[in-house]
Structures are given as C-alpha cells and as structure tokens.
C-alpha cells in the first residue's frame, strides 16, 4: 500500500461509515411514510414531546398534529370518512367506543411487550382488539394553595367537600360537551353515585361553581393562576402543574375511577405504517418515559417504567385503593355520551346564574337560621334542596336508545332539531322553573316561623 492510499484510507472509513449511518436513517425512513396525521385532545404541552420524539426516531416523517375536543374530534373523523386521518390520541374510552360502534377505528394487535393488562378493575386495550391503552388517567379535584390559604378555605378531598357553602364562587369545571375528560368525570359520579344521588352531588357542586368553561385547559389555568381556587381536573393536570412549580396540589376522591387513555387507528387510514409505528412508540419503554415528563404527568400502562417515576408518583398498579371505588362501565357511558352532555348544559352550563342563585339562597337561609330553624322553615328548605337537585329524565330513559340515539354533537351555530330539541326545550324549562322556586322558598324559609 502507497503512502498516499494510506492517508487516505481514514477518510475512506469515515466516508463509508457516513454511508452506512444516512443509508439506515434512509432503510428506517423508508419503512413507514412520510406523513402522520393525528387528531387529539391533548394539549401541546403532551402531544410536542412524543411528535418530536418520534420524528427524530423516522427522519423523513412529519407528524401533523390536530387538536379538538373528544366530541369535535369524533364528528371530524364521522366526516372525514372517506379521507380520514390516521391515528385517534385521546383520554375518553368512550369516545372511543363510538368510532369503534360506528366502524371508524380498525384492529390492530400491538407488538409492545410488558404492558399491564388491566389498571384497577378497567382493561388497558379494547377486548377486540380496536384502540390500545398507552396511558391511564384518573379524575379529581386540584386547588391552588395560596388561593386557598388567602380566603380561608379547607383542603378538599372528597367531591362532598365542593357541595360546602365555604366553596360557593371558588369552584371551576369544563363543560363535559367541551371536554371528553370533563364527560368522563361526570360519568364516573354517576356511576360511582347512581343516578339520582349523582346528579344531586352534581348540582349541589353546581351551585357553588364560579365558571364552566368552553375548554378543558381553561380550569387548571384559571387554578394555575389564581382566577379561582378550585377545579374539577383530570389528574394530569393537577400533577403537571405541580410539578412545574405552581402552588397547586391535587387529590383522587373515593370516587372516582383510573382508565387509560387510548390510542386507535382509524379505519381506511392512508399511512398505516407511519400509524402503527406511532402506537408502538407510545407503548416502547422510550414512550413510556416520556409521561413521566413534568410538563405531561400521565401514568404509564407499562409497570416497569414506575422504576424511574420521581417519589410520591401515583401508581396504580401498587395502589389498591386508587380508582377502585368505581366499576366504570364504557359501554353504558357510550350509549348515553351525547343526551349526558346536552342534559348537563341545560341543567348546570346555560343555567349557572339561576343555580347558583338558589343555592346561594338555600345556604344563606341555613346559615341564618341553623339549629334554629322551625319545623315550617325546614320543611321550606327540604322543598327547595329538592328542586334544586331534581333531574327531568330517569336513568332508564337516558338509556334507552330510542331517546339516547335522538342525540347528536351540533356544530358551532347549528340547531337541535326533532326529539333532540323536544327533551332539551323541556330541560331548559325544567330549570329555569325549578332553580326560581327553590330559590323563592329559600327565601321564604328564612322569614318562617
């Protein structure tokens, strides 16, 4: 060998390794396409590191990310049928149990090894096989300690607290037709409550809620900032916000229930390679690490990766107690999911200003007259505490899908029409009647004798 080949053979190496390095980044790039589009509920603050994440691990693919809420996103994909995205990101199992109902998600057995398959007494993946857990989430109350400690409020952690007087104009929630978190929390009381007991607790809480806002983020920001004390939260965003440094602390009611979020598929999707590559992404233990992100806070399905979780990680795979006091039932919240959400706009969303009138009234009077009260002002008080906690369909017709099914999502500016304007014309008035005459015998009640 000359000495000129010599000199250049450590070039040569290094030119052929380059080679080798950009032909295998080019191999990975070619297996899957070059395109992803995802529709999601998550935030930026969840959906940016796993889109960078996986882009940098398939150079060559763009991930198009789409926020809408759970009920926006499943009317998009209803329309989108014939061109649709690739992969539905969300909390809400049930949402997913209407894509699946109406043949929008497709099957698809993940390769992901070490996953749980149950977190508490709820399956991590679809029994048949149509959307996967990557995630699980649980539901309650987060509250901004020096919120709390400026206006003398107690720590919170029962939803029973949130009924207590001391918490009237301190109190936040999203509107579940907003929010797929938001429906699942409201579904969880009822089913952890029952029906009648649920809606009592859901609008007793009603009564004191300073807001319902048009966006799941809108509560931990307005908790976040200090707009209001208290708000009724899916726990990654109790935990990410604490974790991020804000004086926030956030605790799991007995009621409640944890579930995972999901991860689907959709059917007919145009990169079905790019699509499965991203749902073992979330799945692999890279995936998995990062939940435990400070600004995501999620609880990972694979148990293993609770080895690296920071100290006083909730883990629901060694806590017994956490979500266990609810059997949530998918399919039972699936088949009510639009009449629940349009039922809790009319009695609560549209109707806050009159319900927390009456409540204002009720918990006046009590406070005025306590262990005082005649037996005609208590009798005064128990008619209003009734018509204020009163629901205008039972459990069974909310079931029944010859009522459920006359509902739908409407979009921005579109009427209801049919039943569906029928029941929620009757709900409306419903309220407005009973919320006045709670509030008129409150008043009443007061000036008993």
């Avoid at 149990?97 to 679809?126: I, M, R």
């Avoid at 857990?133 to 901004?144: E, P």
């Avoid at 709390?148 to 952690?157: D, F, I, S, V, Y």
Wanted: glycine share 8%; proline share 6%.
């Amino acid at each position: 060998m000359s000495v000129r080949e010599k000199r250049m053979r450590p070039k040569l190496v290094r030119a052929l390794l380059i080679c080798a390095l950009l032909g295998a980044n080019s191999a990975i790039a070619q297996q899957i396409e070059d395109k992803l589009v995802i529709v999601t509920s998550f935030s930026k603050d969840v959906t940016s590191p796993f889109q960078q994440a996986f882009e940098k691990k398939y150079p060559g693919t763009k991930v198009e990310v789409q926020n809408r809420n759970s009920a926006a996103a499943i009317a998009f994909i209803r329309e989108t049928r014939s061109s649709p995205p690739d992969i539905f990101w969300a909390s809400a199992p049930d949402a997913f149990e209407v894509l699946k109902k109406n043949s929008l998600l497709q099957k698809y057995q993940p390769k992901a090894q070490g996953l749980a398959s149950k977190v508490g007494v709820y399956p991590v993946n679809d029994p048949q096989g149509f959307y996967v857990g990557f995630a699980a989430s649980g539901y309650g109350i987060m509250f901004n300690t020096r919120y709390t400690r400026a206006n003398g409020l107690p720590a919170p952690k029962e939803w029973d607290d949130l009924k207590k007087p001391v918490y009237h104009g301190h109190v936040g929630i999203s509107a579940p037709s907003r929010s797929g978190t938001t429906h699942l929390t409201v579904e969880t009381i009822l089913q952890g409550e029952g029906w009648d007991k649920g809606w009592a607790s859901l609008l007793e809480i009603g009564g004191n809620l300073t807001q319902v806002s048009d966006r799941s983020f809108g509560v931990p920001d307005a908790v976040n900032s200090g707009q209001y004390g208290l708000g009724i939260v899916i726990d990654f965003f109790g935990l990410s916000a604490k974790a991020s440094g804000f004086p926030v602390e956030f605790v799991y009611p007995t009621v409640t229930t944890i579930v995972p979020a999901n991860v689907g598929i959709i059917a007919n999707a145009k990169n079905q390679k790019a699509a499965e590559a991203f749902v073992e992404y979330l799945l692999s233990d890279e995936g998995q690490q990062i939940l435990l992100d400070p600004k995501i806070q999620r609880l990972p399905v694979k148990p293993a990766a609770y080895d690296k979780a920071p100290a006083g990680y909730p883990n629901p795979f060694k806590d017994s107690k956490l979500g266990s006091g609810v059997n949530f039932n998918a399919d039972l919240s699936e088949g009510r999911y639009e009449l629940l959400n349009s039922l809790y706009d009319r009695l609560i969303t549209f109707r806050l200003k009159e319900l927390n009138a009456a409540w204002k009234a009720i918990q006046d009077t009590e406070k005025k007259l306590g262990a005082n009260a005649s037996a005609e002002a208590r009798k005064l008080l128990g008619e209003a505490r009734k018509l204020a906690t009163s629901v205008p369909i039972t459990e069974k017709e909310a079931s029944d899908p010859a009522i459920s099914g006359s509902f739908q999502e409407l979009k921005p500016g579109q009427k209801a029409a049919g039943r569906q304007a029928e029941f929620e014309e009757k709900w409306d008035s419903f309220a407005k009647k009973n919320y006045a005459e709670a509030k008129a015998l409150a008043e009443k009640a007061a000036s008993a004798k």
